[in-house]
């Protein structure tokens, strides 16, 4: 049992104050995407830099986010979220100071410790005080606030560089930080679970040594080689930890990533549909930046604007598909969202190196298939744990969202790194088909794993429906 908000607070307020936080931290992972150029302009950095100042910030979360969760669920999710907004905002103004490449990544890994926070805790929040059928509209809403944040990130990028420079893309984080938190305080009433979960402290070292490393290794292994000693080491870092986690955690009662809930085929089949999407999603906007200011010649306005059909199209098939799931009909949504995804890879290869406008389709089809994804895939997953491990259950979709959007930047880069010339300009049509390749092998892949499996939609929109 949780305590629940108090009747004359009304849910939707609350849903649209938890919304402001978690569009921010969403905002955040892809405004940095569009002023890449002119970071590696200003601070002379690599193309494995610009990777690292992407990762850096969507790495820790992913390894953190579950810890957060946890934290939620103990002390309050609503004092979490607010500690989580306080540092984000602060990491926030750090960044727009920083004088090197390397102060940079640090800021962003700092800014990131808030960021963990908020995606957790306000999902938990919004969880809590949702129920029924009404539940899965709110979350569909809520996956609004994070594909539009997702999704216009570059643009409001785009504006600021331009207007700017690089720097105020994190300054537009204060103002809507310093609302969040007195909204928070004002309206937003204290929630938490009555058995929280105990503190995993190894369980948290193992997931964090089994994350960074296999970063490491894919950001670095085109520029090291895969017999360097530190990529060898990595790898072996990676491995031995995965092993340990599993072997650790599988028999605790109260683990921090309960092994055995990935035997459920409906919690495993959304965790790996979410984790492909979000994937495809990650190495779009990484090597579409790049690929429209560098090869394409756009400013960084203009590429920001290539992006507003993907945030359209992203958030009207968020609001359709909540409908649909709310219907029981989360299967078709998947399929029709993983075919999507496979088409909108094919339509960026096609017209890559053809008229630049075209790319407007591109953008468009993938707005809707990641639109589209996201209601099912929290609905399925929240399905499987009762209310009270809810900060868990949302810990749990953060850390695969943010796990595939690190992997889907960091293979994004390593793919197109090894036939870019070092001027990042040279070869980029050709070095980035491999990543047009990787959409729509995502795409096929959250297609067939909703096709094989029949029963996690039904499942998970009875249980919603309870």
Not at 131 to 145: I, Q
Not at 172 to 200: C, M, Q, W, Y
Request: hydrophobic share 60%.
């Amino acid at each position: 049992m949780t305590r629940s908000a108090p009747a004359t607070r009304s849910p939707y307020v609350i849903l649209l104050i938890c919304g402001l936080p978690f569009l921010m931290e969403t905002l955040d992972g892809t405004v940095v995407n569009v002023a890449l150029p002119s970071i590696a302009k200003e601070l002379h950095s690599s193309l494995q830099s610009l990777q690292w100042i992407v990762s850096a910030y969507i790495l820790v979360i992913a390894s953190t986010v579950i810890m957060a969760g946890m934290l939620a669920d103990r002390f309050g999710r609503r004092r979490i979220l607010l500690i989580g907004v306080v540092v984000f905002t602060v990491g926030s103004i750090f960044c727009s100071t920083v004088t090197s490449e390397e102060m940079l990544i640090g800021m962003r890994a700092f800014q990131a410790i808030g960021a963990a926070m908020i995606s957790p805790a306000t999902m938990s929040i919004v969880t809590n005080v949702f129920t029924g059928t009404r539940r899965a509209t709110a979350l569909g809403w809520w996956s609004v606030f994070g594909s539009v944040g997702l999704a216009i990130g570059p643009l409001i990028g785009g504006l600021l560089v331009q207007s700017f420079g690089w720097r105020s893309i994190f300054w537009v984080n204060v103002v809507p930080g310093i609302a969040a938190i007195i909204l928070l305080l004002v309206f937003v009433p204290e929630s938490r679970a009555t058995r929280p979960k105990p503190f995993d402290p190894i369980g948290q070292v193992l997931l964090i040594t089994f994350v960074v490393p296999l970063v490491f290794v894919v950001i670095e292994t085109s520029r090291l080689g895969w017999t360097s000693p530190f990529i060898i080491g990595a790898a072996a870092v990676a491995v031995v930890s995965l092993i340990g986690l599993f072997l650790y955690e599988r028999p605790k009662p109260e683990a921090l990533i309960p092994v055995d809930l990935f035997a459920n085929a409906a919690f495993r089949t959304a965790i790996l549909t979410l984790m492909c999407g979000v994937l495809a999603a990650g190495a779009t906007m990484f090597t579409a930046s790049l690929f429209l200011q560098n090869y394409r010649g756009l400013t960084a306005l203009e590429a920001g604007l290539f992006t507003m059909p993907m945030a359209v199209a992203s958030m009207v098939a968020a609001l359709l598909a909540s409908k649909l799931v709310a219907k029981g009909q989360s299967r078709m949504v998947l399929l029709f969202a993983g075919a999507t995804i496979a088409v909108a890879g094919l339509v960026f290869w096609i017209t890559a190196d053809g008229i630049v406008w075209f790319m407007l389709i591109a953008f468009f089809v993938m707005g809707v298939g990641f639109g589209a994804l996201n209601d099912p895939v929290n609905v399925t997953a929240i399905s499987q744990l009762p209310d009270e491990k809810a900060g868990l259950a949302a810990s749990l979709i953060s850390t695969s969202r943010q796990f595939g959007q690190v992997l889907g930047v960091a293979i994004a880069g390593a793919l197109i790194g090894t036939g870019l010339g070092a001027d990042m300009k040279s070869g980029f049509a050709q070095a980035a088909v491999p990543v047009w390749i990787l959409l729509v092998i995502a795409g096929v892949v959250i297609f067939v794993l909703n096709a094989l499996h029949r029963t996690s939609a039904a499942k998970g929109a009875a249980t919603m429906k309870a």
